[in-house]
């Protein structure tokens, strides 16, 4: 019984750094490509660069690298922001989904 609390205890904390990391970087992402028309572009570089460390902490190089670069160009090159920004969307979240498990009774 002791095995099963303990696989259960990790896939829920797996699961919860996931939702802290990823989720949380794709729901910003998705603020602010959808709302960009009221934001300052250094308003978006911030959140950009919050979103690249998000990527970076769950092990997720190559969208932390995209964002990063997004978080730049958007200060200067609005065409090349967003064609950063939808490639780093794209690799987000690519390998790191959890994959859900059947629901397990802990007594």
Same mark, same amino acid.
């Given at each position: 019984?002791?095995?099963?609390?303990?696989?259960?205890?990790? !896939?829920?904390?797996?699961?919860?750094?996931?939702?802290?990391? &990823?989720?949380?970087?794709?729901?910003? @992402?998705?603020?602010?490509?959808?709302?960009?028309?009221?934001? %300052?572009?250094? $308003?978006?570089? $911030?959140? @950009?660069?919050?979103?690249?460390?998000? &990527?970076? !902490?769950? =092990?997720? !190089?190559?969208? *932390?690298?995209? @964002?990063?670069?997004?978080? !730049? /160009?958007?200060?200067? %090159?609005? =065409?090349?922001?967003?064609?950063? &920004? /939808?490639? *780093? @969307?794209?690799? &987000? =979240?690519?390998?790191?989904?959890?994959?859900?498990?059947?629901?397990?009774?802990? /007594?």
């Amino acid at each position: 019984m002791e095995i099963s609390r303990k696989k259960l205890r990790e !896939e829920v904390l797996k699961r919860i750094k996931y939702v802290q990391t &990823c989720v949380l970087a794709r729901e910003m @992402c998705l603020l602010v490509r959808t709302n960009r028309a009221v934001l %300052d572009p250094k $308003d978006v570089h $911030d959140i @950009c660069l919050s979103i690249s460390n998000l &990527c970076k !902490e769950t =092990g997720c !190089e190559e969208p *932390s690298e995209l @964002c990063s670069k997004a978080a !730049e /160009a958007v200060l200067t %090159d609005e =065409g090349k922001y967003l064609e950063l &920004c /939808a490639q *780093s @969307c794209m690799k &987000c =979240g690519e390998e790191r989904r959890p994959k859900p498990k059947r629901a397990t009774y802990v /007594a």
